[in-house]
Every structure is written in C-alpha cells, then in structure tokens.
C-alpha cells in the first residue's frame, strides 16, 4: 500500500466517523425535543428540577432508540445489556445537563438580567452540553461489540 492508498483510507473514515457524529446528533436533536417539550409540560405539575429529572429521562428513551437503530452498527450484544450501558453514560451526561441548567437557570442568567424564558434557555443549553462526551462513551462503552 502506498501513501496516497493509506491517506485515502484515513480520509474515508474520517468521513463515516463523521456522518456518524451527524447521526448522533440528529438522534441527539430530537431526544432534545423531546426532553426540552416534557420539561415544559412537567413544570405545570412539578416544580423545575423535578421536571427536569424526569424529562431527561424520556428524552433518554427517544435517544436509546434512535441512537440504537440509526447511529451505531448492531452487535452481538442484548438489547437490555446496551440499555444498561447507555443508561450508565447517561447518568454521568445527566449530572452534566442538570447542573448546567441550573447553575444557568437560578444564578447566571438572574445575575446578567436575562428574563425571556430564562428556565427554558438553560435547560436547552443544558440539554446540548453533553454531545462531545456522550458520543465517545457511546461509541467506546453503550454499543460497543
């Protein structure tokens, strides 16, 4: 193999490595929505961070799902095992969104007079924090072979 045959290889995975990231984040995206819509409709009976516990868990059903069908090539492994695993790394994501939205929520945006849907600016924000992280302990952890 030459140079320029070896370059060629590394290129061509660059590129799936990077269509799969687009994937994950599409998937990513709309497990936001999810998250971000439930929040919304939790905080009428749920006080916010309440609502955003259990909100993070819904979007992490949609998320599960798409990643498991759309990102990632199928293994070996049970689908419970996957779960289990991806349920792992989204506990360490989840301490991420909740103190991001948080800290954003009650002390930054008060602190810089930030008003208009101050609660759900955080949460959004919070909600995306997590992408770089995740996606590796997905990759390498979640739906590994």
């Known amino acids: 193999m030459n140079l320029k045959q070896a370059l060629d290889i590394r290129n061509e995975s660059r590129r799936g490595e990077l269509k799969r990231f687009i994937r994950f984040t599409g998937a990513g995206v709309l497990a936001a929505i999810a998250n971000v819509l439930s929040r919304m409709a939790l905080s009428h009976v749920l006080g916010y961070s309440a609502s955003v516990a259990v909100a993070y868990l819904i979007g ?6 798409l990643t498991r069908m759309f990102v990632f090539d199928e293994t070996d492994n049970p689908w419970q095992k996957e ?3 991806f349920s792992i790394v989204n506990a360490f994501a989840f ?3 909740w103190i991001v939205s948080l800290l954003l929520a009650k002390w930054l945006l008060p602190k810089i ?4 849907h ?5 949460h959004m ?6 992408i770089i992280s995740s996606y590796f302990g997905h990759k390498h952890f979640s739906f590994r072979g």
């Open 83 to 85: 779960l289990v695993r």
């Open 125 to 130: 924000i919070g909600v995306g924090s997590p």
């Open 95 to 97: 301490a991420q969104v």
């Open 113 to 116: 007079g930030f008003t208009w």
């Open 60 to 65: 992490m059903v949609v998320a599960f799902s």
């Open 118 to 122: 101050a609660e759900s600016v955080a």
